[in-house]
Nanobody, 113 residues
C-alpha cells in the first residue's frame, strides 16, 4: 500500500530554517501529486504547498516567498524547505498523496526563541 514517512522537524528560532522530507513507497512516485499540510494546536489542518506530476506548484499565501516545495523522483521524496520561520509556523506538518488520499504520520515543527 501507499506509505509516506516524514522527517526533518524540530525546534528552531524565529528567522531560522528547516527542511522537511517525505519519502514515498507503494506507488509510481512520478505519476502522483503530493502536498504538505500543517495543523497547529486547536486549529484545523491547512494546506501549505503542493507539487503535481506535471510540475505545477501551489503555495498558501502565508508561506509564499519563504517555503519551497520540491520533488526528487529518483529518491521518491517530496521536500519542503522552510526559511525565515515564524512562531505562527509552529504546527505538525503532514505529507499527503493527493491521488490516493493517504497521509503521513506527521512531524512537529516548533518555532520559538
Amino acid at each position: 500500500q501507499v506509505q509516506l514517512v516524514e522527517t526533518g522537524g524540530g525546534l528552531v528560532q524565529p528567522g531560522g530554517s528547516l527542511r522537511l522530507s517525505c519519502v514515498v513507497s507503494g506507488t509510481t512516485f512520478s505519476d502522483n501529486t503530493f502536498g504538505w499540510y500543517r495543523q497547529a494546536p486547536g486549529e484545523q489542518r491547512e494546506f501549505v504547498a503542493s507539487f503535481d506530476s506535471s510540475g505545477i506548484i501551489r503555495y498558501a499565501d502565508s508561506v509564499k516567498g519563504r517555503f519551497t516545495i520540491s520533488r526528487d523522483n529518483a529518491k521518491s521524496a517530496v521536500n519542503l524547505q522552510m526559511n525565515n520561520l515564524k512562531p505562527e509556523d509552529t504546527a505538525v506538518y503532514y505529507c499527503r498523496n493527493l491521488d490516493y488520499l493517504v497521509w503521513g504520520q506527521g512531524t512537529q515543527v516548533t518555532v520559538s526563541s
